[in-house]
């Protein structure tokens, strides 16, 4: 029998951020496909839609009308699922039964007033505004007392359960840490506790030394296909200097953040040219007093797409009872998104 491969044999990877497992597959990849087949999400062309709740001057559900905003556009989630006005209280039985009220915030940021770009289709300047603004929701919302964190997302594609394909995110602002930021928060004081360094800065020179998962590099930030990624064409994108939250970020850093975001984006989609949907978020610390300074400022990108624009990863069966698993390996992905054009399929035409 052949020594054990990571590009050949069945193996488990570990998540040192979530403390999480997952199953890779590498010699299933060619299995051949029988699924079901997704419509590939069709091309925006109207610059305003009439019927858009996000367009500028447009009546949203609740009758309150958006202005005429030019660039990024800020507002409180009509349907929002935290509300900041919740009586605080608790249920707790035989610690079977626990519940306790939770306030908070829930914005949504429109990143441009154009109803048919993305962020791979808009400039570098442009996506520097859309982080200004990140920026001063995080101080704003941040400094509010009963918030302890601040989750900057954006969910986007059909696929993702986005229907509305006018450029926006989210922002929702907790009164407690949420588990997936408890979790990374942890095992970043944990490393840091055990090796006196920063886990992600350790993370990020090795894969500096090994550069089989480089996706991008930049002066100031780095994207992987993270060892231990779970969707296929899942990246991290973390910053180079130790910062823990996007206001601690310089200019020049904004500005290069700007860049390597719109260069992910226009590799994302020129991957199988389409619109690529995927949900990806920042990490930063917990607001409020404490300093966290083992904490490092990331994003994750989570894409649901499989092998086509069209056919998407489930996670069912072994993955929701077990452990997630993936069949094409993280090496192969970062080697295939590492070559993609950095001009969009769209402007190279
Ligand atoms: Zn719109
Ligand atoms: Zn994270």
Not at 62 to 83: C, H, I, R
Not at 226 to 243: C, G, K
Not at 299 to 309: K, N
Request: aromatic share 10%; proline share 8%; hydrophobic share 40%.
């Amino acid at each position: 029998m052949s020594p054990f491969d990571l590009n050949v044999h069945p193996h488990r990877r570990f998540n040192p951020l979530t403390q999480e497992w997952v199953l890779v597959s590498p010699h299933r990849a060619q299995r051949p496909w029988q699924g079901q087949v997704e419509l590939a999400p069709p091309e925006v062309s109207r610059v305003y839609d009439p019927n858009c709740y996000l367009c500028p001057g447009n009546a949203r559900v609740g009758g309150t009308k958006n202005p005429e905003y030019k660039g990024t556009f800020v507002f409180d989630n009509d349907f929002a699922a935290l509300l900041p006005d919740t009586p605080s209280g608790e249920l707790r039985e035989k610690e079977l039964l626990l519940a306790r009220s939770e306030t908070g915030r829930c914005r949504v940021v429109c990143f441009s007033p154009r109803h048919d770009v993305t962020l791979a289709r808009m400039e570098a300047v442009e996506i520097r505004a859309v982080i200004d603004t990140w920026c001063d929701e995080y101080s704003k919302l941040g400094s509010m007392p009963n918030v302890r964190s601040v989750q900057i997302f954006e969910n986007r594609g059909a696929m993702m359960g986005c229907s509305n394909p006018h450029p926006h995110g989210q922002i929702w602002a907790n009164e407690s840490v949420p588990d997936e930021l408890a979790r990374e928060v942890t095992a970043q004081q944990d490393h840091f506790q055990r090796h006196k360094s920063n886990l992600l800065e350790d993370y990020l020179a090795l894969e500096m030394e090994k550069k089989e998962r480089l996706v991008c590099v930049t002066e100031h930030f780095v994207v992987v296909v993270p060892f231990w990624a779970v969707w296929p064409f899942e990246t991290l994108l973390i910053s180079r200097r130790r910062v823990s939250s996007l206001v601690e970020l310089r200019e020049a850093e904004r500005d290069g953040l700007a860049k390597i975001l719109r260069q992910l984006m226009i590799r994302y989609d020129n991957l199988f040219k389409a619109p690529f949907p995927y949900t990806m978020g920042f990490h930063q610390r917990p607001t409020g007093e404490a300093p966290f300074p083992e904490f490092q400022l990331h994003a994750h990108f989570y894409p649901p797409l499989l092998r086509s624009a069209t056919i998407r990863k489930f996670m069912v069966g072994y993955e929701m009872l077990a452990m997630p698993q993936r069949d094409i390996s993280p090496e192969l992905v970062a080697a295939q998104l590492r070559d993609l054009p950095d001009i969009h399929y769209l402007r190279a035409k």
